[in-house]
């Protein structure tokens, strides 16, 4: 069965540090893998994907994505932190033979000035 | 231009009760998803469209759950005789190809609150 894992309820980080959110996934299959942000008040929004190609992905408002194969992660990453950063962030996952989107259950961001 | 659109923003009703929750997808999408998304949740798929017809219904949870999409555009959710345990938000996703590769753009949901 296909899975989704964010270890982590809630991430502390102090602005203008780097953060990362983890994910790590179980698919049959190469998988689809995507994160989304959900501010406040507001709906899901896309951040970045991984399709096939080169495990370094690149996403909005300066965030990105490694994809590790061995490890089953796909975990999000940014530099520099910004206070308008702090949201919820989702990991999903589907694999190349269906469309069902499974979803993590999301992890906050707190970015602390 | 226009994004997802979903009708009402918020829902009260009495358990037992029927209720309709309607999506306007962006125009041209071929594929619409509807997911449930709890308190402290992720999204929870329930089905997916690909044009009218629905492609995957596996996620509805029973039979009093039911979606249609007569035209291929707006689809609306259906859920008879609501418990209380329907709460929840139902959020609608539209992407521009079937297949699970592009991004689905989402809509701002609509919270049911059944009493």
């Known amino acids: 069965a296909q899975s989704v894992a964010q270890p982590e309820d809630q991430v502390n980080v102090a602005e203008g540090n780097p953060l990362t959110v983890k994910c790590t996934y179980s698919?049959?299959?190469?998988?689809?893998l995507f994160w989304y942000v959900q501010y406040p008040n507001r709906g899901l929004q896309f951040l970045l994907k991984?399709?096939?190609?080169d495990n370094l992905v690149k996403g909005s408002y300066g965030f990105e994505a490694e994809f590790n194969k061995s490890q089953t992660s796909f975990h999000l990453k940014k530099p520099s932190a910004l206070v308008s950063d702090s949201a919820l962030y989702f990991c999903?996952?589907?694999?190349?033979?269906?469309?069902?989107?499974?979803w993590g259950a999301g992890t906050k961001l707190i970015i602390k000035p | 231009g226009a994004g997802v659109s979903q009708t009402p923003s918020n829902k009260v009703t009495e358990k037992g009760k029927y209720v309709e929750l309607r999506c306007d997808p962006i125009?041209?999408?071929?594929?619409l998803y509807w997911y449930r998304q709890s308190l402290g949740q992720g999204p929870e798929f329930l089905i997916y469209f690909q044009g009218t017809g629905a492609a995957d219904d596996s996620g509805l949870p029973n039979d009093r759950f039911f979606a249609v999409r007569p035209e291929g555009s707006v689809s609306t959710l259906k859920i008879q005789r609501t418990e209380r345990g329907d709460s929840a938000v139902y959020l609608c996703a539209s992407s521009l190809r079937a297949g699970g590769v592009d991004e689905q753009f989402f809509g701002p949901g609509t919270r049911l609150t059944v009493l």
């Open positions: 125009s041209g999408h071929t594929a």
């Open positions: 991984y399709i096939t190609g």
């Open positions: 999903a996952v589907h694999g190349i033979s269906n469309y069902q989107l499974i």
């Open positions: 698919v049959s299959g190469n998988p689809y």
